[in-house]
């Protein structure tokens, strides 16, 4: 069965500090992988995703970049957070022959003080 | 206008009521419409999925979808306490990479 972690659960992080989240899948190979934003009250925002090994797609141009350096991993991360980076980060993957429907992990609680 | 409304709720119901939950849209290209569920701190789960229009049930459970007016819903029968959680409507128009459009999500709370 397929399975997806991230880590850390939770962050509390100053202002202009550097971040890492990440998120692996395992069970499955060559998966679409997503990383959304929840703010309260906004529901969820897609930040990026990706195809395959090396491939990024950036839907909102923002602080923020993504890598998948493994076929099952994937990597948010930010130079210098701000504060409006504080948020529910939430790592998907979809299974590459699966129905349109993404996986979730249990998240990650970002805050920025 | 956003591509997605949904309710934002709250939406407190009795133990056993018949709870209904709503989203419209704007974007005729999708074609993929799905509920999830979401406690309180967790990432969200998938309840129903359905394809074009048309009804599925599942257990207490029935996803309708009316794409002429752009509007799906979410039926919960016998609705129970651990229903309590918000449920967030997604749809997509497919492709290689499904990039869901989600409404903001409607909070349930069932009462004893």
């Known amino acids: 069965s397929q399975t997806i972690h991230q880590w850390p659960a939770t962050l509390v992080q100053p202002v202009g500090s550097p971040l890492s989240l990440e998120c692996t899948v395992e069970?499955?190979?060559?998966?679409?992988l997503y990383w959304y934003r929840q703010a309260a009250g906004r529901g969820l925002q897609l930040l990026f995703y990706?195809?395959?090994?090396?491939?990024i797609s950036s839907e909102v141009p923002q602080n923020l970049s993504a890598s998948r350096p493994q076929d099952r991993q994937f990597i948010l991360s930010s130079k210098k957070l701000l504060l409006s980076d504080s948020g529910f980060y939430l790592c998907?993957?979809?299974?590459?022959?699966?129905?349109?429907?993404?996986?979730f992990g249990a998240g990650s609680r970002l805050t920025v003080l | 206008q956003k591509e997605v409304e949904q309710d934002p709720g709250p939406l407190s119901v009795p133990e056993g009521a018949i709870v209904s939950l709503n989203c419209t849209y704007s974007?005729?290209?999708?074609?993929?419409f799905m509920w999830y569920r979401q406690y309180s701190r967790k990432g969200p789960e998938l309840l129903m999925y359905?394809?074009?229009?048309g009804n599925k049930e599942d257990g207490r459970f029935t996803a309708q979808v009316d794409k002429s007016s752009k509007y799906i819903s979410l039926f919960i029968r016998d609705s129970q306490p651990s229903d309590s959680a918000t449920y967030l409507c997604?749809?997509?128009?497919?492709?290689?990479?499904?990039?869901?459009?989600f409404g903001t999500g409607t909070r349930l709370q069932v009462t004893l």
């Open positions: 997604a749809m997509s128009g497919g492709g290689t990479a499904s990039k869901l459009t």
């Open positions: 359905t394809y074009s229009s």
């Open positions: 990706s195809v395959g090994i090396g491939q």
């Open positions: 069970g499955t190979s060559n998966p679409n």
């Open positions: 998907a993957y979809q299974r590459p022959s699966g129905a349109n429907v993404l996986t």
């Open positions: 974007n005729s290209a999708f074609q993929y």
